[in-house]
């Protein structure tokens, strides 16, 4: 009896810490993908398997919006859990502007900020970010050493991240070359052959940065960690490895793009931008295959989104778009309206996936509004710990988990100064947009029924003048003064 009893003690000790592990956290983060470009939200040219598992295997959020129609401010938002009216960072401003001494970066957030990154590694998280940064140069308050991270590594710029063959990415505070002869982010060929091979290095950095995160995984695969992976594709540049593109039709591209709208020119523009995207699809396979080899993928929480939306046209008419893209023929936006850059929902909204086994249903769709503000609390709810206060956004964690959303739902807000000038309030049904704010002919009060009219094609601001006035009002409440990132909206 007394050898039963210590046995079964023994078992109960050795269970015990096991069965009280935190979930792990990984939150994939895609540049610039825009909703309808991969398989579960619609995409018929560009196969997404991997990202497709996850739909099979967790839920799709049908109705989920991103932090910012561009790079920093959605991360800002992502990271800080505030939205456009009250974070620190609103648009894409170089460290430099402010901060002479930083020759790369973005404007940095402040050592004020509280980030999801440090919360959780006060709660006994290892954190680890692999990617993409955009909140500040290292060695500033925006450093990702200085807001929560135990390790980072990838690019600390975005502009450096036009370039997928860099001279160096950073592992810390740390520059490690992998490009001696790097291969710069823009160029324009007007004439003669456009070859593939003169804009290819020899390190991809995708590759090198996935191979970083695997490690991260492998060393801290007995303790809790968050794994924040904000890959670079699809943005532009193109310049995918050459195995890829050729996985695409031929007949897809019959004139080379030569970079007349910026970035690098390609010979199959077409065929590149689909191959980054199915580049990124095998970087989110492999994650997913390491988590199951480790074991560790019964008791980890996947997200996966986007930025923002797909490259916008510029100009607006023309054979592409930005870069070379070419939204249009992939139906990127899934017909809704705009692209990166507009606060329409082709801006926004972007493909949302959450995978945790045993927690959220398999194979499930979601109708719930929800946006970048709102996956700190909601990982702080996943992870057991208290969530601070003064955050714009709210938990998810109810509704992801099969029960009703939170009601009410609190208003989600963009007050955008770039792109002319934009904001939009978005009450979950209703959203109010107005445009061009910074230019000299500010475009009128619009208002959309999100639920009859996702591609926001009929104006209702005449029609619904109280819930106008209750959008212009939450707008006026939740907009505070931000000298760098100015927008006044008139009250008119």
């Given at each position: 009896m007394h050898a039963l009893t210590c046995s079964l003690l023994t078992c109960l000790l050795m269970a015990g810490p096991e069965a009280e592990k935190k979930p792990n956290l990984v939150f994939i983060l895609a540049d610039d993908l825009g909703y309808g470009e991969v398989g579960a939200f619609g995409q018929k040219k560009i196969p997404t398997p991997n990202i497709d598992r996850l739909a099979r295997q967790g839920m799709k959020l049908t109705r989920h919006g991103s932090g910012a129609p561009v790079c920093a401010p959605s991360r800002c938002v992502l990271l800080t859990g505030k939205h456009l009216g009250h974070a620190e960072i609103r648009g894409n401003r170089q460290a430099s502007l402010s901060f002479p001494q930083f020759s790369e970066g973005q404007h940095p957030i402040s050592g004020q900020a509280l980030t999801l990154a440090t919360v959780l590694r006060q709660?006994?998280?290892?954190?680890?970010?692999?990617?993409?940064?955009?909140?500040?140069?290292?060695?500033?308050?925006?450093?990702?050493?200085?807001?929560?991270?135990?390790?980072?590594?990838?690019?600390?710029?975005?502009?450096?991240?036009?370039?997928?063959?860099?001279?160096?990415?950073?592992?810390?505070?740390?520059?490690?070359?992998?490009?001696?002869?790097?291969?710069?982010?823009?160029?324009?060929?007007?004439?003669?052959?456009?070859?593939?091979?003169?804009?290819?290095?020899?390190?991809?950095?995708?590759?090198?940065?996935?191979?970083?995160?695997?490690?991260?995984?492998?060393?801290?695969?007995?303790?809790?960690?968050?794994?924040?992976?904000?890959?670079?594709?699809?943005?532009?540049?193109?310049?995918?490895?050459?195995?890829?593109?050729?996985?695409?039709?031929?007949?897809?591209?019959?004139?080379?793009?030569?970079?007349?709208?910026?970035?690098?020119?390609?010979?199959?523009?077409?065929?590149?931008?689909?191959?980054?995207?199915?580049?990124?699809?095998?970087?989110?396979?492999?994650?997913?295959?390491?988590?199951?080899?480790?074991?560790?993928?019964?008791?980890?929480?996947?997200?996966?989104?986007?930025?923002?939306?797909?490259?916008?046209?510029?100009?607006?008419?023309g054979p592409s778009s930005v870069g070379g893209a070419d939204p249009a023929f992939f139906n990127s936006t899934a017909n809704l309206r705009g692209h990166k850059g507009s606060v329409y929902e082709g801006g926004v909204r972007v493909p949302t996936l959450v995978r945790l086994p045993g927690k959220v249903p398999a194979g499930s769709t979601n109708l719930m509004p929800g946006y970048f503000a709102d996956w700190f609390p909601t990982l702080c709810e996943v992870a057991g710990l208290k969530v601070p206060g003064g955050l714009d956004g709210q938990s998810l964690w109810r509704g992801l988990t099969g029960g009703p959303a939170i009601e009410p739902r609190k208003p989600m807000v963009y007050v955008f100064p770039e792109y002319g000038g934009q904001v939009a309030v978005n009450l979950g049904r209703y959203k109010l947009v107005r445009t061009g704010l910074k230019t000299k002919n500010p475009g009128p009060w619009e208002l959309y029924d999100l639920e009859n009219d996702p591609s926001e094609a009929s104006n209702i601001a005449t029609r619904e003048p109280v819930i106008l006035a209750k959008a212009q009002a939450v707008l006026a409440q939740q907009n505070s003064a931000n000298p760098l990132f100015p927008v006044v909206v008139p009250r008119d």
């Open positions: 709660g006994g998280y290892t954190t680890g970010g692999f990617g993409k940064w955009g909140l500040g140069p290292v060695g500033s308050s925006g450093d990702p050493a200085r807001q929560g991270f135990d390790r980072f590594f990838g690019y600390n710029c975005q502009a450096v991240a036009h370039s997928y063959f860099p001279r160096s990415l950073w592992d810390n505070d740390r520059q490690v070359v992998i490009n001696p002869q790097p291969v710069p982010g823009h160029k324009r060929q007007p004439e003669g052959e456009v070859r593939l091979e003169d804009y290819q290095g020899e390190i991809y950095a995708p590759d090198r940065i996935l191979r970083e995160a695997l490690g991260f995984l492998d060393a801290n695969r007995s303790k809790p960690f968050f794994l924040y992976l904000p890959f670079i594709e699809p943005h532009v540049a193109m310049h995918p490895p050459r195995a890829w593109v050729e996985r695409f039709p031929a007949e897809w591209d019959s004139t080379p793009y030569r970079g007349e709208r910026g970035y690098l020119p390609h010979p199959r523009p077409r065929a590149a931008y689909a191959a980054m995207i199915s580049h990124l699809d095998d970087q989110v396979g492999q994650v997913l295959d390491r988590l199951d080899t480790l074991g560790l993928a019964s008791n980890t929480l996947v997200v996966f989104s986007s930025d923002n939306g797909p490259t916008h046209p510029q100009p607006a008419t």
